[in-house]
C-alpha cells in the first residue's frame, strides 16, 4: 500500500495526501467555478478470492458540459495499487482527495487499470485487454482480470454526479466484486465487468449484524484467513432497496441486490468472545431488505442461478449511523 493509505472507521474520514492532477479542460459550470473533489473505493466481496489486486494507472470525469478531465493517481507515473478485499464493509481507500475540479454536473467517472505488455488476443464482439491486475485463490493461484471492450472505455460509471461551486464533496466508488468478477473462458483469466456502485459520503450509514451459528448448516466450515479472522465462503447477507422484498441471486438488473456483505467468524477483543458477524456499509439513508443465505458462492450473476435465502429482516439506515441487524 502506499503511504497515503486511508479508511473509514464507524463513518469518520480520515486525512490522506493529495495526488497530482494531469490534464483538464474547460469546466462543467458555465461560470467557470470551481470545486473540491475526493473519491474513494470500497468493496462488496467476492467468496473463494484471497486478494483482488486492482492496479490503477488514473481517473477520467466527463463533465456535463466542458472537456474531459484526467486525474492520475500514481506518483512518478507509477501504478496506485489496491487489494479490493481489504475494503470490505465500512473501510475505503481514497485514490484522491480535495482534488480542484470545475464545478457544475458529471455525465460519467472512468477507472483505468495497467495493461499487460504481453500481447493477448481476445476474439469477439467483446474484445477485451489484459491487465496486470489479478485475483489470487485460497489455494495460492492466480488469474489476471481481463476489461471486456478494452481499456478504452476503462471500468466506467455512467451515473452522473455533481460538484458545487465553491464547495467540496466527497464520494465512494463501491466496486461490488461478487458481481463484477466472473471467469473467463480462457484459462489464466477472469473478466472484470463494470459493476460499480457511486455514493455521496455524507448521505451514507451501515449496516452489521450476528448471525446465530445454529442457522449454519452442519456441514458447512470457514476457513483461518488470518489470527482472529476466519472467512466462511458461502455465506452471506443481501441488502435489498425497499422493505419485505423477497430476496433473490443476483441477475444484474435493477432488482439486484445493492450490494452484499460476506460473513465472518471474528475474535472480538473488547469481550474476548468470538462471533459470527457481517457489515455492509455505504448505504444510502433508506428502508432495506437484508436476507442471509449460505449459498453466494452458487450465485452467477450473469445467469439465473435460484439461492435459498434461510432469514430475512428490514432495516433503516440513516446517515452516519450503523444500524444492528441480528439473524
Not at 467555478?33 to 484471497?50: E, H, I, K, N, R
Request: glycine share 12%; charged share 30%.
Amino acid at each position: 500500500m502506499m503511504g497515503n493509505f486511508t479508511r473509514w472507521v464507524g463513518l469518520g474520514i480520515a486525512t490522506a495526501g493529495l495526488v497530482a492532477c494531469g490534464g483538464g479542460g474547460s469546466g462543467g459550470s458555465d461560470s467557470g467555478g470551481t470545486g473540491q473533489m475526493s473519491l474513494a473505493v470500497t468493496d462488496a466481496p467476492v467468496d473463494s478470492a484471497s486478494r483482488v489486486v486492482v492496479r490503477f494507472t488514473h481517473i477520467e470525469l466527463q463533465p456535463s458540459d466542458g472537456e474531459r478531465i484526467r486525474i492520475d493517481l500514481g506518483e512518478d507515473e507509477e501504478v496506485r495499487e489496491i487489494d479490493l478485499l481489504t475494503l470490505q464493509g465500512e473501510d475505503s481507500e481514497f485514490l484522491f482527495e480535495d482534488e480542484e475540479v470545475p464545478a457544475g454536473e458529471y455525465a460519467w467517472l472512468r477507472f483505468h487499470l495497467e495493461e499487460s505488455e504481453e500481447v493477448v488476443d481476445f476474439p469477439g464482439s467483446q474484445g477485451g485487454i489484459a491487465t496486470t491486475s489479478f485475483i489470487e485463490f485460497m489455494d495460492g493461484n492466480e488469474d489476471r482480470l481481463i476489461i471486456p471492450g478494452g481499456n478504452q472505455a476503462g471500468l466506467q460509471l455512467s451515473g452522473g454526479f455533481s460538484v458545487p461551486e465553491d464547495g467540496e464533496v466527497s464520494f465512494t466508488v463501491d466496486f461490488d466484486l461478487r458481481k463484477a468478477i466472473v471467469e473467463d473462458s480462457r484459462d489464466g483469466f477472469h473478466r472484470m465487468r463494470r459493476s460499480l456502485r457511486l455514493v455521496d459520503n455524507d448521505a451514507v450509514g451501515a449496516i452489521t449484524g450476528t448471525v446465530d451459528p445454529t442457522l449454519f448448516p452442519d456441514d458447512f466450515t470457514c476457513e483461518e484467513r488470518e489470527e482472529g479472522l476466519h472467512a466462511c465462503p458461502g455465506a452471506a447477507v443481501y441488502v435489498f432497496e425497499g422493505l419485505d422484498r423477497e430476496p433473490r441471486d443476483l441477475r444484474d438488473d435493477d432488482d439486484d441486490a445493492v450490494t452484499t456483505a460476506n460473513v465472518q467468524y471474528r475474535h472480538i477483543e473488547e469481550t474476548g468472545d468470538w462471533e459470527y458477524r457481517y457489515t455492509a456499509g455505504f448505504l444510502e439513508a433508506g428502508e432495506y431488505t437484508v436476507a442471509l443465505t449460505f449459498e453466494a458462492g452458487e450465485d452467477d450473476p450473469e445467469e439465473e442461478t435460484p439461492i435459498e435465502f434461510v432469514d430475512q429482516a428490514n432495516a433503516e439506515v440513516e446517515a452516519g449511523e450503523t444500524t444492528e441487524v441480528n439473524f
